[in-house]
Nanobody, 122 residues
């Protein structure tokens, strides 16, 4: 089992920045693809970003390209999501997820954190 705990969410004005962190415990972090997803009220959970197990390969959702950056520190069992130039439409609960397959589909991920709220005011 892998346990994931997110942190770093909060309230920020449009144009501001936040950095989310996700710490993994329970099993080795190495070898797992790590992704970020988000879910706004009344909407489905959608893909935000993913990093391969080495961190060398990444994919971003179209709405966050050029503004968000995913990175990971395998020595610290931690994956990050740097979010810049935030917009009100970025308001959602952000979830960290871990899986064995590199991809953007929620079903690929076996492990999920509890989520952290990000609210962007206009």
């Amino acid at each position: 089992q892998v346990q994931l705990v997110e942190s770093g969410g909060g309230l920020v004005q449009a144009g501001g920045s936040l950095r989310l962190s996700c710490i993994a415990s329970g099993r080795t972090f190495v070898g797992y693809t790590m992704g970020w997803f988000r879910q706004a009220p009344g909407k489905e959970r959608v893909f935000v970003a993913v990093a391969s197990d080495s961190g060398r390969n990444t994919i971003y959702g179209d709405s966050v390209k050029g503004r968000f950056t995913i990175s990971r520190d395998n020595a610290k069992n931690t994956v990050y999501l740097q979010m810049n130039n935030l917009k009100p439409d970025d308001t959602a609960v952000y979830y960290c997820a871990g899986g064995r397959t590199f991809g953007t589909i929620t079903n690929l991920y076996s492990y999920w954190g509890q989520g952290t709220q990000v609210t962007v005011s206009s």
